[in-house]
């Protein structure tokens, strides 16, 4: 990426002036002076006869001038100002440099008799010529600044904006001109603090006093800043590193405000800035992405580059923006230079975005200029391209790999790690290429950071490259940096060195002892790879194992089956018999078992059969055997196998024949053997009508025969079942009460759960249970809480205390909740209107962890839940999203509608989410019910999303089946209609009409209001027209709106009071005024004027989760058009905005700047 940027000094030509004289003869230099002046005049594209003529005479007779007459030297430096201005247009450029350069050497012996002025002049042609005389410059320079106390500023700013555009200045120049330029800062406009600013950065002139006292100034002056200066100025100081807040946030307002007169140029160079000093601010990004979308087709090579860099730096994704920016590149893309090119792949990379046109384009570009890359070009290169399927990527990285044996002595560390990391995940094994990089990487490994040196031994290791020399200062720098490393650090060195067998007993001593420290971190496939690499080496460290076992049994279930395989084969092969270990592998083993490729299973089966774990093979026998036995076993054998086979899991085939046999023998069986059973069946999820019937029947008979613990059983099998239980629940309920004591926790929440599936409970039992499940809630484990809450609120009994404590507890165990769990419990608070904030928050953060993996249905609930309460967990939301795009089309059409109200509740909003829910919603229109169908539209109004393809799938819906929508949703869909100003025809005003007018004795104030907005936004005549005959449902509608009470808000009194007394205004204001066309309340108006107040906060704003940006809602925005269709001028004050206004004076002026002239 360019970091110096040549600004030019722009000053506006002088007005046209007369054609002058020309000698006969001999020229002066006064008579140059003026001839050069009436060239640089003229506005004509042609030059006269006599002005072509007389700037050839001055261009052949200057050079002997400069000799001999002495009488005008005094007008060398503006002879010189005006040749660099014409070079390049009127003068050839090569005419010009001879010229500035013969004046230079001219005038090098004179400079102390020049004026300051005069001295600024010749310096600033000087460089803008690209005359390399640096010492007649520094020179120049030297001049102003000894004299710098008669200087204007422009004179001083420009003495140093033309050292900064030569690229060098002597040091103790530097530090003079710096601290004259200190001295005189307060002196400065905003155009020389931004050429100052910019010179001294070109020049790499770090001095935090001079940038600090130049962004002070800017700060005081900040309403000058122009696109220009803004973008020059934030340049100058993230090329140099130096970060002042004050002086970033007013360029970030100031470019916001003029955002329009930005051109690509300084757009890109503005985002490059902030992006460098890692300050992201998303509001100047939002400008930014509209005026770059505007701009596009006019952005450049280094723009689009720039731009893209600084958006993928700061992690702020939009999918318009880069798509837009990529179609630019790909036109563009013979234009990239090296570095742009593998820029541009890196940011797309970064940001997760691999368009295949673009990555085909950039590789092609790379092959022309492929000689020109450097290491850091390749080592990005390399690193965005894996992943990328590119045709002919072997030659693509076979290309790389030559070129970087060219630039080889100029990798670093990073871009070592980066490159072998990149080839060794494309799998491209290329030992010539790898010794190159070993080589360079022992030349720096002291540069080697934990990653650098993960990457590499990583990288070495999957390709199966040995460098032995290589690893040993791997080694080396791995304990250097021992209390640096991470768990994936520590797992890839160990894992490297154990797959290629180099022992280093030194380096595997600093792992194992630094293991423990970060064994929190690891994850499965660390721990594998650990212990696998220790016993590789047949090292046995105690403590390190000890720690990898406590953090296998706490991770197991995320084990896939080769960290299994690997885990079981390390231990065993150490000899290290650890039961717990074990058995959790085995547990995990038997839930993922169709998973395991050949090589795991041989490895498993070795480990086990190793370390004579034989729990496998002993319930596999005895399944075998129980079912050559069944017709033998009688009720109590039955109770007990259901438990042990359950328990371990035993094939679905031991159940079928034991199902058979419980059905034989049913009357048999005690409450206890009943109740193992019913837990066994419905424990493996085994389903069977006629089991579980007579099941119900026996337990009928046993009912009181039931001890606490058997009636949980019993209740909740037959509930997981879904046989009809008859009239058990009841009879099982009056057995609660005298068992009451003997509940368990986990009683407690099964027999509520079970009872709230088929009935509501009643109080009596209801009570009870609450006050006992208080007493007990320390039992309670996540499935309990989350049961307990369910059956509850299924039941629709609101028990503050419960549930209070059920938050307490919740909160205490939610380390151990799941989504569903998290899913459950927050409908179950949400269905009560019970609010918890801190449950609620604590909700949230747990599942933004475990969410990724949920599926939509859990998704829908929490989000519904969250929705409901109004929750605006803007990082949870976060998390939901990206996460339903994934499983949208498992969404069902109540799960869509629910997502979609939930973040419309809550005014937030996801555009790839709700573009996913539109086109699912679309393709399964005919699946949702009126009431989804009008819910789902309703979430796309109020977020302002208008999916033209979606609302026109909802009024094909609705005009089809127009009888099927109840009058709400009638009202609901047609007030989205026109939050949206969707388009529709009279057929479907007319079916909208025939429903509402219909069942409008039916219709609720709500209903009647969204009627009232739906037919203004249509238009009252075209509603007459087709409605004729029908005023008086019409009346009602606008009733319901004037009936509505304004709510005014305290800030609202304050807005008024302002007006009213410390304002002057020609146009009264008045409280209260309601529009009569729309029947909107204004709460502060000037009727005359038609201007209205409206104050605003967060409720009425939707937020864009990606961008952070804040746009009015559906509602806001319809009362805003409706209101504007009929003459009123609306002024939206935002609360947040209001409240940073500290003093009545400051509000009194912030009205003032905002309120039409006219009003005041």
């Known amino acids: 990426m360019s970091r110096r940027v040549a600004w030019r000094r722009l000053r506006p030509f002088s007005s046209a002036a007369p054609e002058p004289d020309i000698p006969a003869g001999r020229l002066t230099l006064a008579h140059c002076d003026a001839l050069l002046n009436g060239v640089r005049g003229t506005k004509h594209a042609e030059l006269t006869d006599r002005l072509r003529r007389g700037l050839a005479m001055v261009t052949d007779q200057l050079p002997d001038l400069l000799k001999d007459d002495r009488k005008h030297r005094y007008k060398l430096p503006h002879i010189a100002a005006k040749l660099s201005n014409l070079g390049g247009t009127r003068i050839d450029p090569f005419v010009t440099r001879r010229l500035i350069q013969e004046i230079a050497r001219s005038i090098r012996g004179d400079i102390k008799d020049l004026s300051v002025k005069q001295a600024s002049t010749m310096a600033h042609a000087l460089a803008k010529s690209g005359v390399g005389d640096q010492s007649v410059l520094e020179a120049l320079a030297s001049h102003v600044l000894e004299n710098s106390r008669d200087a204007d500023t422009r004179s001083l700013a420009d003495a140093v904006w033309a050292l900064g555009r030569s690229g060098t200045c002597d040091k103790r120049l530097a530090d003079d001109l710096a601290r004259r330029c200190i001295q005189h800062v307060n002196l400065f406009d905003m155009r020389y603090l931004a050429l100052t600013a910019w010179a001294f950065s070109s020049l790499r002139f770090h001095n935090d006093i001079l940038f600090q006292a130049i962004a002070g100034r800017a700060v005081e002056v900040g ?49 490059w800035s902030f992006a460098t000093l890692r300050i992201k601010d998303l509001v100047l990004f939002k400008h930014i992405e509209r005026r770059v979308l505007d701009l596009a087709d006019a952005f450049n090579a280094t723009n689009i580059t720039n731009t893209i860099w600084a958006f993928a730096t700061l992690g702020i994704f939009s999918s318009d923006l880069f798509a837009a920016m990529a179609r630019r590149a790909i036109l563009d893309i013979d234009r990239f230079k090296p570095q742009e090119l593998a820029n541009t792949a890196w940011a797309y990379a970064t940001i997760g975005l691999k368009p295949n046109d673009l990555f085909e384009a950039i590789a092609q570009r790379s092959v022309a200029c492929v000689s020109e890359f450097n290491s850091i070009d390749i080592a990005h290169m390399a690193w965005a391209f894996t992943g990328v399927p590119i045709a002919n990527d072997d030659v693509f990285f076979g290309m790389l790999r030559n070129r970087s044996s060219a630039v080889i002595d100029t990798f670093n560390a990073q871009g070592i790690g980066n490159t072998v990391w990149a080839y060794a995940t494309k799998g491209i094994r290329d030992p010539d290429m790898f010794n190159l990089l070993a080589g360079r990487a022992m030349a ?85 790879n650990m212990a696998l690499a220790f016993a590789h080496m047949e090292i046995n460290h105690a403590p390190m194992f000890s720690a990898l076992e406590r953090r296998a049994l706490g991770l197991i279930d995320t084990f896939n089956e080769q960290n299994l395989a690997n885990l079981a084969w ?31 299973l041989a490895n498993l089966a070795w480990a086990f059969s190793t370390v004579g774990f034989a729990d496998d093979n002993l319930f596999q026998s005895l399944g075998t055997r129980a079912m050559a036995t069944m017709d033998t076993c009688n009720a109590q054998d039955i109770g007990n196998l259901a438990r042990a086979f359950a328990t371990m899991r035993v094939s679905d085939d031991v159940f079928a024949v034991m199902a058979r046999r419980t059905i034989d023998i049913i009357g048999t069986f005690t409450a206890h053997a009943l109740a193992n059973t019913a837990w066994g069946f419905a424990t493996v999820d085994f389903h069977d009508d006629a089991l579980f019937t007579a099941i119900v029947g026996r337990a009928s008979e046993l009912v009181e025969s039931f001890n606490a613990q058997g009636v949980a059983i019993v209740a909740w099998a037959v509930a997981r079942s879904g046989v009809d239980p008859g009239d058990l629940f009841r009879r099982l309920e009056h057995r609660v009460v005298p068992l009451m004591g003997g509940f368990t926790g986990r009683d407690i929440a099964n027999t509520s759960w079970a009872l709230a599936t088929r009935a509501p409970m009643t109080q009596t039992v209801s009570k009870m249970i609450a006050r006992h499940a208080i007493h007990f809630i320390d039992q309670f484990d996540v499935s309990d809480l989350v049961n307990l809450s369910w059956a509850f609120a299924t039941s629709g009994l609101a028990e503050v205390d419960l549930f209070a404590t059920v938050a307490r507890e919740a909160i205490r165990k939610m380390a151990a909740f799941e989504a569903s769990h998290l899913a459950d419990l927050s409908w179950a608070f949400a269905t009560t209107r019970i609010a918890n904030v801190d449950l609620f928050r604590a909700i949230g953060e747990r599942a933004a962890q475990v969410l990724p993996s949920s599926s939509a249905q859990t998704i829908a609930n929490l989000a519904w839940a969250f929705g409901s309460m109004v929750v605006r967990d803007a990082d949870l939301f976060r998390t939901i999203a990206p996460r339903s795009v994934g499983v949208i089309d498992e969404f069902t059409g109540r799960n869509l509608s629910n997502l979609a109200w939930a973040f419309a509740r809550v005014r937030l909003m996801d555009k790839p989410l709700f573009s ?55 009202a609901r869909t047609a007030w989205s209609l026109a939050a949206l100003d969707h388009e529709v025809d009279d057929q479907v005003v007319l079916s909208i009409l025939q429903r509402a007018t219909t069942c409008n004795s039916t219709l609720s104030i709500e209903d009647r209001t969204h009627l009232h907005e739906w037919r203004v936004s ?143």
């Open 916 to 970: 996913a829910i539109a086109k699912r919603a679309v393709e399964s229109i005919g699946d949702l019910n009126p009431e989804e169908v009008s819910y789902l539209a309703w979430a796309f109004a109020v977020t302002g999303n208008n999916e033209h393809d979606l609302f026109d799938a909802v009024v094909r819906r609705l005009v089809a089946d127009e009888d099927a929508f109840d009058v709400s949703s009638v």
């Open 570 to 600: 390390a231990y065993a092969s150490l000899s290290l018999n650890q039961r717990a270990l074990f058995s959790a592998v085995a547990r995990r083993t038997a839930a993922i078992a169709k998973s395991f490729s050949h090589q795991s």
């Open 444 to 528: 720096i490994i002291d540069t080697f950071n934990q990653q650098n040196v993960s990457n590499t031994a990583w990288a070495f290791a999957k390709l199966g490259i040995t460098d032995f020399d290589l690893f040993d200062a791997l080694a080396r720098r791995t304990m250097a940096l021992i209390g640096d490393m991470n768990a994936q650090g520590l797992s890839n060195v160990a894992w490297a060195f154990g797959t290629l067998r180099i022992r280093n007993n030194d380096l595997f001593r600093a792992i194992a002892e630094r293991t423990p420290d970060v064994i929190g971190s690891f994850t499965a496939q660390n721990v594998s």
């Open 223 to 271: 309403d000058s800043f122009c696109a220009q200066s803004a973008s020059m100025m934030a340049w100058a100081f993230a090329n140099v590193g130096i970060r002042n807040d004050k002086l970033f946030r007013t360029i970030s307002e100031k470019s916001s405000a003029c955002m329009d007169l930005y051109r690509p140029q300084g757009i890109a160079l503005l985002a």
């Open 1018 to 1160: 249509i238009g009252c005549d075209r509603i007459g027209r087709l409605a004729a005959g029908r005023p008086d449902a019409f009346e009602s509608w606008s009733d319901a709106m004037r009936c509505n009470p304004p709510q005014r808000s305290a800030m609202e009194y304050e807005v008024f009071d302002i007006l009213m007394q410390n304002m002057h205004t020609t146009h009264a204001f008045t409280l209260d005024v309601r529009c009569p066309e729309t029947g909107y309340p204004l709460h502060i108006a000037s009727v005359d004027t038609r201007m209205a107040i409206r104050c605003t906060g967060r409720a009425e704003h939707v937020t864009e989760l990606a961008t952070g940006g804040v746009v009015l809602d559906g509602a806001a925005q319809l009362k805003r058009r409706l209101l504007t269709r009929h003459g009123w001028t609306l002024l939206d004050i935002d609360a947040q905005e209001w409240n940073t206004l500290r003093s009545i004076n400051a509000k009194r002026h912030f009205l003032m700047r905002h309120l039409p002239v006219y009003t005041l």
